[in-house]
């Protein structure tokens, strides 16, 4: 049974579809290698002791146990190397950006497109493209990521540990059931309809940590799939001067979510933690994040959780586009501090906590979701049942993923306007005013 699923896991590795973003030529750059050998002008010699801070991903079992297992390994690759780990905070990289202000960043910190964005202008990020371990990283991703490791900018920022990721709407089954709600829900009406069920029965119908902007361009996404499969790639296929038709009707149906009581009313002043304990306490009945909330919702729910595809505005557009993947392949990973005083070392030990994160994401938890090739067995045992169906009725039958959006102000305006969405107050006329104007510009 075992070797049976092992195979079907890397079958569907095989079959994944994705929809990589073109890179464009880069400029060039003063962040290059001091050299591209074993070690560099500005680094210590191979065998002296050094010590680098490093800013991840250590929230659950999902993000910890493989960070802890590439640090083990990394022990005995390169034992004169000592990481410290400075644990990231789930607020969009504000802590991260603040650090980059005040000239304190890590020498290897996980982040973000948006962010390196931001870093590559102010020369915080080092530029990874001439080494030898950029290219021989490169060289062994799985088909189809390469715009999760080059950028659209046609650099390279950063070492990607996961493929390309997308968001699922949770929910509970018992608490559908005790309102008198039957899956799937497949219109934006009858989502409407079962927050109205929810809410008489006194439970909150969604969750959502709308602190953090990303989320909101997720949820907003989410519809904006259902319309145009690229997602938010519509506010730059073509170069349009105005909101798309597509965008503008996404904007309505999230409008008319939040004004049915989909959302809690705090729900822009809510955090992850806050969130997910609502879902997980049965206070709400559905929950939105991606695909690596499966391990926590598993372990906590058991068999009383599941996940549905996002609904459309009827149900041949849900039909046509269910296997539309609110997700998208912009560049993330463990990035290297320009300022770090071992760049080199860096840029080494960045890639190697990379691959060896993904390795144990896809050998002991059995998540097939990862960047660089991985040339072991599958060992995990107990594979969330969430996770089967994401690898053998998902995967395989995705058409695509919605298309990142590569200009930082208009991706801005997104994550702003759509988090505006979920407030009183602001209008779908005030969102295509906004984006009109960050647009045009």
Known sequence: MKSTWNKTWAGVLALTLVASLTACGGGSSSNKPTDTGASGGNTAGANDKVKLKVYAQHFDDDTSKPFDYAVEELKKEMPNVEIELDPAVQDGYQKLKTYAATGNLPDIFYTDWNTLQTFSKSQNVQVLDDYDTTKEYKAN?????????VAPDGHVYAFPDTGVEFELLYYNKKMFQ???ITVPIKTIDELAEAAQKLKAKGYVPLSIFAKEKWITTAFYNAFLTREDGIGTGVFEKGDPKETPQSAVTAAEQVKKLQQAGLLDVN???????????????GKSAMLINGQWEIYSAQEKMGDNVDFMYWPAKDEQTYENMKFQMNGSGGPQGYAVSSKSKNVDVAVKVAAFIAKKSAEYKFTVLGNPIVAPKIDKPVTATDIPAMMKRLTTEVLPNAKGY???VSKMSISTAIDDNTQNLLVDGFTVDDFIKNMNRALSK
């Open 402 to 404: 919605a298309v990142a």
């Open 141 to 149: 991703l799985n088909p189809g990521v390469e715009s999760r490791m």
């Open 178 to 180: 005790d309102a008198g």
């Open 267 to 281: 729900a822009t002043n809510t955090n992850y933690d806050q969130a997910s304990s609502m879902f997980y306490t």
